[in-house]
């Protein structure tokens, strides 16, 4: 199986509508791989807080469109990153969107765990209830977001779903990259899943991205792990390493609690 993560550096002075159209070209691009991901929020950066309510878009709105003709026109599986949703009632979600090779919706997730300690998007967002898992040809993914990523109970849950292969598409800071790569590590070893974590690059806010999005196995070896600036991060992987690492290791049986 084949995977592209697209690094998008979010900065000032690129009008959303231009970095909308800037990644549909980049999606498009890619053809010829099985799966997709882009990173959270990549359309207002994740955080530029003034912006959620100005940018926030329906849930079939501009970016759900541009996605699902990309994922068309490339024949990928698209994990579209997140985007400010506004909801009927007005409420503002961080909502992830994964379209199907044919351009048709797949799952919709909103962020359960909300970064801000009080304010940002802890205030401003609502916070999703439900796990999502979307079934491939090839695996079963399960999907959470930047901040869910220091939660294990939602990758337990993920994986009691179903899923084999993890992906968490953040707006990272750089500040605790360190974190970043060492709880993508975690989160594959102690579930015993694949791991792809793609992050935005460059500064947006005043606050400097991680980059380097990566890729773990289930073993917790590192595949291949992108820079700090924006590229493709390319990588082919063996879905059936989860079940041939699950029944080698079976750890995942002795789960007590």
């Keep these: 199986m084949r995977a592209s993560l697209i690094q998008i550096a979010v900065g000032e002075g690129e009008s ?3 970095r909308r159209r800037r990644v549909a070209a980049s999606v498009r691009g890619q053809a010829g791989a099985d799966l997709v991901v882009l990173p959270e929020l990549w359309t207002t950066g994740a955080f530029a807080y003034e912006d959620f ?9 501009p970016t759900y469109e541009a996605m699902a003709k990309a994922a068309s026109d490339a024949g990928v599986w698209l994990h579209a990153g997140s985007i400010p949703e506004r909801a009927p009632d007005g409420s503002l979600y961080n909502t992830s969107l994964v379209f199907s090779p044919s351009g048709e919706p797949a799952a919709a997730y909103r962020k359960i ?16 209830r439900d796990l999502v898992t979307v079934r491939l040809p ?9 901040y869910d ?3 294990p109970e939602l990758f337990r ?3 009691d779903a179903g899923a084999e292969t993890l992906v968490i598409p953040a707006g990272w800071p750089e500040r605790r990259r360190a974190h970043w790569t060492l709880l993508a590590q975690a989160r594959a070893v102690e579930n015993q899943a694949f791991v792809l974590a793609c992050g ?25 792990e ?5 590229e493709i991060l390319t990588v082919d992987f063996d879905p059936g390493k989860v079940a041939t690492t699950r029944e080698q290791f079976p750890a995942l049986k002795d789960r007590v609690l």
Excluded at 53 to 61: C, D, F, K, Q
Excluded at 226 to 230: K, L, M, Q, V
Aim: charge should be negative; charged fraction near 20%; aromatic fraction near 6%.
């Design 16 to 18: 959303v509508e231009s």
């Design 53 to 61: 309510g100005r940018e926030a878009e329906p849930l079939e709105g």
């Design 113 to 128: 765990h909300r970064f801000g300690f009080d304010k940002g998007e802890a205030v401003l967002m609502g916070a999703g």
């Design 138 to 146: 090839e695996t079963v993914l399960g999907v959470a977001t930047c």
């Design 149 to 151: 990523l220091r939660f």
């Design 157 to 159: 849950g993920l994986v």
């Design 200 to 224: 935005t690059a460059g500064t947006h806010a005043g606050v400097p991205q991680a980059g380097h999005s990566i890729v773990v196995d289930p073993w917790g070896e590192v595949l291949a």
């Design 226 to 230: 992108a820079g700090p600036d924006e």
